[in-house]
């Protein structure tokens, strides 16, 4: 999607990470996600975390928030249990405002797109809890990635994605080829996660499932902002996005959903 320079864009908020980078604690973000917001025809703001006290400022400025995946995991105490792997890392930093900015977007319908990471961050943050290790549950599959590979295979096509018939997400994809999306409403989708949703939060819905049964796509069920974009999924859509006809759907729906937002702000 080509962009209008000439026009005023609307701004996504794309959550750094904290980790330390030659000893120093440093915030960071993958540059998959900034051209994925970019795509969609929006300018990516990079938050390096946020005080309680910021986040009516932050939300004043969004148009949309981008909910990136990373290597940490969220902090198992806020749904509950103590931590399974202590080698796997966890960031804090973003836990304590990434999860109430969910509760306050969702609130207000602001587009709202979580990818792995936050994905698992949108049904903690409403409630839901997770499978810190997927691998190890009974009839359940391995999700994690190769990290041996090259990038190209370890971001590859790893198993189809059933979608959930007359949801949002399928609503997003309808008319995609047969070669793309099946008759079915089967698609492929990568894998590289190691954590995976148990207790679905009681305002998201599925919308669709891997084969063996795990979450791979929710939105948030909301009879207060019926029309609200809020789409999250358990897979990497950014790889390689333009060259990707699903993840553009999702990527043009997203970004026609930011517009919306920006259009009536402007407005009133």
């Given amino acids: 999607m080509q962009a209008d320079l000439n026009a005023s864009l609307p701004i996504v908020l794309v959550p750094a990470c904290q980790k330390p ?18 795509l969609a025809g929006c300018v990516p703001v990079v938050v390096p975390g946020a005080t309680p006290a910021e986040l009516d400022a932050l939300l004043a400025l969004a148009d949309g928030i981008l909910l990136t995946g990373s290597p940490s995991n969220v902090h198992p105490r806020h749904f509950g249990e103590d931590v399974h792997d202590p080698s796997l890392p966890l ?15 969702v609130a207000m319908g602001l587009p709202l797109l ?15 809890s997770l499978h810190q290790a997927v691998h190890e549950q009974p009839g359940l599959n391995d999700h994690r990635s190769d990290e041996t590979l090259p990038l190209d295979e370890e971001y590859g096509f790893a198993h189809p994605a059933q979608l959930v018939p007359g949801g949002f997400l399928a609503q997003t994809l309808r008319g995609l080829p ?12 990568n894998s590289l996660h190691g954590q995976g949703v148990n207790r679905l939060a009681p305002q998201l819905r599925v919308e669709a499932l891997a084969p063996d049964g795990v979450v ?14 809020s789409l999250c999924l358990q897979w990497h859509p950014e790889w390689q996005a333009a060259h990707n006809p699903v993840s553009m759907r999702i990527f043009e729906a997203f970004g026609q959903a930011c517009r919306a937002w920006h259009a009536g702000k402007q407005k009133s």
């Fill in 178 to 189: 047969t070669s793309i999306l099946s008759e079915q409403g089967e698609f492929q989708v």
């Fill in 114 to 128: 979580g990818i792995c990471r936050g994905f698992q961050e949108v049904n903690v943050a409403l409630g839901g």
């Fill in 21 to 38: 980078v030659g000893g120093l604690s440093c915030y960071t973000v993958g540059q998959k996600y900034i051209d994925a917001v970019r």
């Fill in 216 to 229: 791979e796509a929710v939105s948030v069920a909301d009879p207060v902002h019926p029309g609200a974009f």
């Fill in 91 to 105: 960031d804090p930093d973003r836990d304590a405002w990434t999860l109430p900015i969910v509760r306050r977007a």
